[in-house]
Structure formats: structure tokens, C-alpha cells
């Protein structure tokens, strides 16, 4: 797919765009992707024109989804992982009791998270496939489905066959983060592990819509490298599977690095300000009208509620990032530092005072039946 390559040719035409390729970026029609369009709304010489693109993505967003954002919770099955990627807490040269749930125990996780209104769940594990299963992950659906309008998961890649297991399970989507495009500096970061394999990643999100996914989510961890580039290689990624696939929605997630056990977040050398992060949010709204942009509790309250209703339909809530976080095994270890604490009804009455409709079921399934 190209993604690969170093870059240097889209480094030049960033620096080369200037102020009427901007405006005449921002006057076409919004919402269609071209590689060139893309480039120059992320740009630096894009950057005085956020105001503007904000309005835009805002009645771009409000146009295809309405006024409402759905809301998600992330289910964390296990920290027991067999990868060492550099920037995880559950990486497995961590010396810590690690923690497994059960099918049962994850349904009664679930239960706690299904009371506090949420019908739509995400499961996530890191790489433990001797304990999280395609057979472990139907069951534990199909406890869940009554429960919840909408199951997804975000686990290591799978093949087609098992994807497609995990569809006739009840499980509607799948997200798998590339982390980052860039070849070398994905070798860098995941030294040990079914997971150094960086085309073996790439492929997942294709084996995902093969085996009829609905949901498709990409995205890169924000901090390992240039974020404009970044953007670039995933635009491309989403939309060689969206010519391929209109069956499946692809949505975009926007995961920045975050502290975690034994991980600062000051050895990296391609840290994301709220500036950068906002300019790429929206140059990707106005590029892909119609796909889901997802944010997550790992940014703070200040910047969900300034992004909130400007390109963004689904965010997290009341989030735990540890496996039984919700309720029995509180103590265990996190992946990750959650910023935004705020309980879910504290989140849902920062949007209504914004005017949105939070949206507790999957807003895809509600209308796609
Ligand atoms: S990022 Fe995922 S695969 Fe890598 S160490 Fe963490 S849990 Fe394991």
C-alpha cells in the first residue's frame, strides 16, 4: 500500500503549501478525500485557519450524524501480554501480578458498566491468545448481547476465518491501531513479539472487512512519530479499504500517548499538542464526511468538551484501562493513565449543555438495523 516509505516528498510538499492552497482547499466541497486536499489542511500554513475548519467540520458532523455523540465504555479482559512494545503498561518485561478475567467475571464487569447506561461495549485485551480467545470472545458475547446493541473488540490481529468467527458471534467491529506507519520506527518501538511484524498488522484491518466486519476502526499511536505523516499514511490506509469495502464504516481513533507503569511520556520525541491534535481531527472531518471519529478518556475534560460537537460522534466514558478496573480487581495494573476521571452522567451533562443528544446505543446499529 505505500505506507511505508519515508516520507520525505510529503515533508517538502507540506512546507511548499501556502495560503491560497488553503483557501481554495477549504472552499471546495467538504467531506471527499484526495491525498492532495488532506495535505494541505494539515499543513503548517493551515494552522491560522482552525477556526475556520472547525465551523466546517462542526455543520459538515451535524449534517451526516446529527447533533448526538455515542457513548462507549472499554472492557479490559487481561494485561497478560506476550509483546514488548516500548510505551505499554502491560508490556511483557513488567515485573507485576498479572490479571485475567474470567468469562463470568468480565459479565459481571460488564453488568456494572451496562448499569450505568451504556449499550455499547468494547472489549479489549492485549496480546494473550493462550487465555483470550475466538473461543473465549464468543462466549463472553454471547452472554453480552442481550445486554448490549453493540459489541466490538480491540485485540491482536486475527486471521479472515476467526474475524469472521467472531462476526457470528455478535461481534460487529474491530479496532487495530497500526501505532505508527513508519516502518523503522515501528521496529523500534515493538522489538519482541508476534507484534514486531509490521505488515502482519497492516493486513488485519483488510482480513477484518473480508470477514464482513460492519465496524472497522484504525487509527496511530500519536507520539511515536510525525503526526502529518501519520495522518497522511492512515487517510490512505482508510480509504484503499473504504474503495473496497462500503459495506464497512471505517471511524478513526486519535490515541496520544499517555503515562503509564514505568513509561514517561517525556522520552518521546513526537509528543501531539491540543493544537496539532485538533488541526488533524478536523482536516480528517472534512476529508471522510462519513466516518465515525472516535476520542477517548485518554485526552483531559478541557479538550473532549472543545472537540466535542466539531467532528467528533463517539466518545469514552468513565473509563477503566485495567482488567476488572469496574468493580472486583480495582487495583490491578492500567494500561494507561486515564485523563478525563469524569463519571459517564458527568459527561453526558457536558454534552447536553453543549445541545447534543448522547447517544447511549450504537448509533450505527440503531439506524442500520
Ligand atoms: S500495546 Fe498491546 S500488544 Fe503492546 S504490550 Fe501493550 S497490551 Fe501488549
Redesign the pocket.
Known amino acids: 500500500m505505500g505506507l511505508d516509505r519515508p516520507g520525505r516528498d510529503w515533508v517538502e510538499r507540506l512546507e511548499a503549501v501556502t495560503a491560497e492552497d488553503v483557501r481554495r482547499a477549504l472552499a471546495a466541497a467538504p467531506g471527499s478525500y484526495s491525498q492532495n486536499r488532506l495535505l494541505t489542511l494539515i499543513s503548517p500554513a493551515a494552522r491560522p485557519c482552525i477556526e475556520e475548519m472547525a465551523r466546517l467540520g462542526q455543520r459538515l458532523t451535524v449534517q451526516r450524524f446529527g447533533r448526538t455523540i455515542g457513548l462507549y465504555a472499554p472492557l479490559y479482559l487481561s494485561n497478560r ?1 506476550i ?3 516500548l510505551y ?1 503498561g ?3 518485561t513488567g515485573a507485576f501480578e498479572r490479571t485475567r478475567l474470567t468469562v463470568d467475571q468480565a459479565v459481571a464487569e460488564a453488568e456494572i458498566i451496562a448499569a450505568e447506561g451504556f449499550r455499547d461495549i468494547l472489549l479489549v485485551s ?2 494473550d491468545p493462550k487465555f483470550i480467545t475466538v473461543e473465549y470472545l464468543s462466549e463472553l458475547a454471547g452472554r453480552l448481547r442481550e445486554r448490549f446493541s453493540s459489541i466490538s473488540v480491540e485485540i ?1 490481529p486475527l486471521s479472515t476465518a476467526e474475524y469472521a468467527r467472531l462476526f457470528a458471534a455478535g461481534i460487529e467491529g474491530v479496532t487495530l491501531y497500526q501505532e505508527t506507519y513508519d516502518r523503522r520506527v515501528y521496529g523500534r518501538y515493538h522489538p519482541t513479539g508476534p ?1 514486531s511484524d509490521y505488515d502482519e498488522r497492516l493486513q488485519g484491518p483488510l482480513r477484518t472487512a473480508l470477514a464482513g466486519m460492519r465496524q472497522i476502526g484504525l487509527g496511530v499511536l500519536l507520539g511515536l512519530a510525525d503526526w502529518r505523516l501519520e495522518t497522511l499514511a492512515l487517510a490512505e490506509h482508510a480509504h484503499y479499504l473504504m474503495k473496497r469495502f462500503w459495506q464497512s464504516r471505517i471511524s478513526f481513533s486519535f490515541p496520544r500517548l499517555r503515562p503509564a507503569r514505568d513509561v514517561a511520556d517525556s522520552q518521546f520525541e513526537h509528543l501531539v499538542g491540543d493544537a496539532d491534535l485538533a488541526q488533524m481531527i478536523l482536516a480528517l472531518r472534512l476529508c471522510f464526511a462519513d466516518a465515525g471519529l472516535v476520542l477517548s478518556t485518554r485526552e483531559s475534560a478541557a479538550f473532549r468538551d472543545h472537540m466535542a460537537g466539531l467532528g467528533i460522534t463517539r466518545m469514552s466514558a468513565g473509563s477503566r484501562t485495567n482488567p476488572g478496573g469496574y468493580g472486583s480487581r480495582a487495583g490491578a495494573v492500567e ?1 494507561f493513565a486515564v485523563d478525563d476521571q469524569r463519571p459517564p452522567a458527568q459527561v453526558v451533562a457536558m454534552l447536553r449543555g453543549k445541545g447534543l443528544d448522547p447517544v447511549w446505543k450504537d448509533w450505527d446499529s440503531a439506524f442500520l438495523g
Do not use: A, V
Open positions: 501480554c509483546n514488548g512494545c505499554c502491560f508490556n511483557c492485549s496480546e491482536y507484534k494500561q
